[in-house]
């Protein structure tokens, strides 16, 4: 059954009678993801979604807190952000709270003061790496973490007509509140060894058209690097659009072409990056934990030498640094995974072979400007260039990753319960043995299966991704 979202019997989304969507339909099965809801703009996300949204949210995030506080928005630069910013906004405070709205900012700001001002919650528009025409709420309970999967059904349950509304003694108030975002910058800048400095260091950044656009370079610069940005104004055109954290050939290029000693790159919402050497090599996840673990581990700062990554971390890296006498433990994908387990062990260092990374040292969140400045701070204090510091890494493993668009959600959520498909899984598994590893799994974020295999040999790991590819094919797609 279909939930219908609206005051009058369900229409076409974004009709020509029904332009702001009030009449809008929710899709069966859940609407958060791994990392709050994301969709396409005038489909899934309209502005009667997001008004109803910032209502429930007000409501639930009300229930849970013994005070009335603000709720933080924050927003990267899609052209749809602002039209949700300002619908969320509203349902906020016709359900009683106040907002503060920062405008263009990274997700870990959001987080950071909301954390630091004692914010009832914040709310971040973006959909991280999408394309232009997606757009995503995410949400953060009262300490800056990612809200509760307790707290986010009881949102949805609200927004499907299953929750009672608790009348408003008051309407909140709306404040613009961008001059907080320097709060944040201060934060990160302070979060570095006393002292440190990146004087005499060239260093490109991909800033992806997005939220690091204007903390970023201001951040480096300050340390005294000589900054080279690239797609580096607000732009909700061009966002991710073949540049950023998933897109690394522009700066791969950029850093060889100005002999820089490094380069970043941001994704939309600047909560992840991916390095890239002076030789162009791609300097992602796995190394940034592997070089930022050995770091914490020499200095004593790291509990029982424990990095927690997702089943998507190389099998090379997780080796290579139980070779040094560290332990690992692997989570699901998502940041919220890696967060739980992190709180559970005691870890002070996790992500994700994306570029997501949380050091608890620093921070409660992934912050992608953070773990660049941290990582440039380790290339300082080893006395090496980055690029030899990867030469005495680790060899990865040849590691395939292909994509299968599967548009059936029901098919993606219940991908498992496909006999011959699992049959073919364990088939690759058993001719592999301990020499690689398979992972197949629905996308918490967009509509595919992704197909996983690596192994010592990259003719083994093309040869068992291909079949895979073809049984997912084969079995889920209509």
């Excluded at 369900?10 to 702001?20: F, H, K």
């Excluded at 929710?26 to 609407?31: A, E, K, Q």
């Excluded at 007000?58 to 807190?65: D, E, F, R, W």
């Excluded at 000693?261 to 941001?266: D, E, R, V």
């Amino acid at each position: 059954m279909v939930t219908s979202l609206s005051y009058k019997s369900p229409n076409r989304l974004s009709s020509l009678n029904d332009p702001l969507g009030f009449s809008q339909s929710l899709p069966n099965g859940p609407l958060f993801g791994t990392d709050g809801i994301r969709g396409k703009v005038g489909d899934l996300l309209t502005p009667a979604l997001a008004m109803q949204l910032g209502f429930w949210a007000g409501q639930v995030l009300k229930t849970a807190s013994d005070t009335l506080a603000p709720v933080i928005i924050g927003q990267d630069s899609r052209n749809s952000s602002d039209m949700l910013a300002m619908a969320i906004a509203a349902g906020l405070t016709s359900s009683g709270l106040d907002v503060w709205h920062l405008g263009l900012c990274p997700t870990p700001c959001v987080a950071y003061l909301t954390h630091k001002t004692q914010a009832m919650g914040g709310i971040m528009i973006s959909a991280s790496h999408n394309p232009p025409e997606d757009n995503g709420i995410k949400f953060f309970g009262p300490g800056g973490t990612k809200l509760t999967p307790i707290l986010t059904r009881q949102i949805e349950a609200g927004l499907r007509g299953n929750s009672l509304t608790t009348p408003a003694l008051r309407l909140g108030k709306y404040y613009y509140q961008s001059n907080l975002v320097q709060n944040y910058c201060q934060s990160v800048y302070k979060s570095l060894p006393l002292g440190m400095d990146f004087h005499g260091m060239k260093i490109v950044l991909d800033l992806a058209w997005g939220a690091a656009t204007e903390v970023a370079p201001v951040v480096f610069k300050a340390l005294g690097a000589e900054v080279i940005c690239l797609h580096n104004q607000p732009d909700g055109d061009r966002i991710n659009v073949n540049c950023g954290s998933t897109h690394l050939e522009a700066l791969q290029q950029a850093v060889k072409d100005h002999g820089a000693l490094m380069g970043f790159a941001f994704d939309g919402d600047a909560d992840r990056v991916m390095g890239v050497d002076s030789l162009g090599r791609v300097v992602d996840g796995d190394y940034i934990l592997y070089f930022w673990g050995q770091a914490l581990k020499a200095s004593n700062q790291l509990p029982d030498n424990l990095i927690i990554a997702t089943v998507m971390a190389n099998l090379g890296f997780e080796r290579a640094w139980q070779e040094l006498g560290g332990n690992f433990l692997r989570t699901p994908v998502g940041d919220q995974a890696v967060q739980a387990q992190m709180w559970e062990t005691g870890a002070m260092l996790g992500g994700e072979q994306s570029g997501h990374i949380l050091c608890h040292h620093y921070g409660i969140s992934g912050d992608g400007l953070q773990t660049a400045l941290h990582l440039a701070a380790l290339v300082r204090q080893s006395g090496m260039s980055l690029s030899e510091m990867m030469n005495q890494s680790f060899q990865p493993y040849p590691q395939i990753l292909k994509n299968v668009a599967v548009t059936d959600p029901e098919i993606r959520r219940h991908w498992q319960d496909f006999p011959p498909l699992q049959n073919a899984i364990h088939q690759a598994e058993k001719a592999m043995g301990t020499e690689g590893r398979i992972l197949v799994r629905a996308s918490g974020t967009e509509p595919l299966i992704r197909v996983m295999v690596e192994s010592k040999s990259e003719e083994t790991a093309l040869y068992w991704t291909d079949y895979l590819v073809q049984e997912v094919e084969q079995y889920l797609v209509s």
